[in-house]
């Protein structure tokens, strides 16, 4: 098992910045990726941004050249830092860790929540 914290959320206006964090803890094996996710009510879980253990990373179009992930192996921690936020980036924003490559995380953490007012 793996556990998962995240913290960082808040209430930020738009143009605003902030920078989330997830600590994982647990049977953590390598190679991995992990990730950040948000939803919304009512609406699906939505990928942001994943990172692997080797430091590849990939982000959603809608977040590209505006958020940041990034990783610290060795603390088994990841960031998301995110700038020029917008009203539609309001969601409540989750963690997740997995196998390398995969379609959907293993382990979630229990989601922090990021409000942007405009």
């Known amino acids: 098992q793996v556990q998962l914290v995240e913290s960082g959320g808040g209430l930020v206006q738009t143009g605003g910045s902030l920078t989330l964090s997830c600590s994982a803890s647990?049977?953590?094996?390598?190679?991995?990726?992990m990730a950040w996710y948000r939803q919304v009510p009512g609406k699906q879980r939505d990928l942001v941004a994943t990172?692997?253990?080797?430091?590849?990373?990939n982000y959603a179009d809608s977040v590209k050249g505006r958020f940041t992930i990034s990783r610290e192996n060795a603390k088994n921690l990841v960031y998301l830092r995110m700038n020029g936020l917008k009203p539609e980036d309001t969601a409540v924003y989750y963690c997740?860790?997995?196998?390398?490559?995969?379609?959907?995380?293993?382990?979630w953490g229990q989601g922090t929540q990021v409000t942007v007012s405009s």
């Open positions: 990172i692997t253990s080797g430091g590849t990373s």
């Open positions: 997740g860790f997995g196998r390398m490559g995969f379609s959907s995380p293993d382990y």
């Open positions: 647990g049977g953590i094996f390598r190679p991995n990726t």
